[in-house]
């Protein structure tokens, strides 16, 4: 049982269904809009988000066998703990009850073509494990973009069936600042890809990869991603300074719990040498990318 927790990220998946949690009962509640999914239908959704994304994390991992061998020896689970026709069964099952949900779930709202978005999203999943990975840059966008879908599907599946004429204008408004939220963890993931391609250069290399630190070379990419997060603060300041400038609790919370963090990291891909600082940087980025979310829950402090 241990291995498949370990196969499907079990700690990845637990992020991901705390974050739709936290949209559902923290965000949403503060703006007062109408929502379109019960207890049920909403538990339905984040249970096919969460199968979706474990068959992404295992065909991954079929894909990644020959890299994972030079990178990271002492966590191959594929080939090892877990044959490669078992974790391919794995893949179908998961992958097949997160479609079937999602087929159900649009179907029960009224909304037949919402099932598309999760034919797509297994789809994209099974490209970047077996091909898209291998390209630079492109590779690490369509899993960014995949992040922040994470987040939008809920405001699909919750805010667009329950628009009528009186509450289109908050019914955008709250579509706009879950889009906020979505680009934040698009940025952050992207970042973070980036750098998690820096420490698997070794095994990318074997497996003949045109990764960034391929492309580039290590210190050239980790001068990118020091670029990218410079920018990635200065759009939080900007957005802090706009759009919540009058709350002072908000606003010590993001230039702690976020501003602060990044300049850190930024510092830190400007030395980093070797994967070790890689390693840390990567803990730093996945830190950010909860303390972002977790600023839902002061969004009542707003409205």
Known sequence: MQNILNLIRWKNL????????????????AFGIDVTLNGLGF??????????????YIINDIYDVETDAVNKPDKVIVGKAISEKNANIFYMVFTCIGVFLGFYLSNSIGRPPFFILFIIISALLYVYASYLKQIAVVGNIVVSILVGLSLLIVGIFELIPAITEQNQ?????????????AIFAFLINFIREIVKD?????????????????????????????????????????????????????VIYFLVAI?????????????????????????????????GMLVMLLYNLLF
């Open 43 to 56: 538990s339905l959704l984040v249970i096919a988000t969460i199968c979706i994304a474990a068959g992404g």
């Open 259 to 291: 501003v602060g963090p990044l300049i850190y990291i930024a510092i830190k891909l400007f030395t980093a040498k070797n994967n070790s600082h890689f390693k840390h940087i990567s803990l730093m980025l996945k830190i950010v990318m909860v303390s």
């Open 198 to 250: 820096i420490q698997d250069v070794d095994g990318d290399y074997k497996a003949e990869m045109q990764t960034l630190p391929i492309v580039f070379g290590k210190e050239r990419t980790a001068k990118i991603a020091f670029g990218l997060t410079i920018i990635t603060t200065l759009i939080l300041i900007y957005y802090v300074t706009t759009n919540i400038f009058m709350h002072m609790d908000v």
């Open 14 to 29: 637990l992020m991901i269904a705390a974050v739709q949690v936290l949209i559902k009962y923290a965000l949403f509640p």
């Open 169 to 181: 204008n908050v019914q955008s408004i709250m579509f706009e600042v879950l889009a906020d939220f």
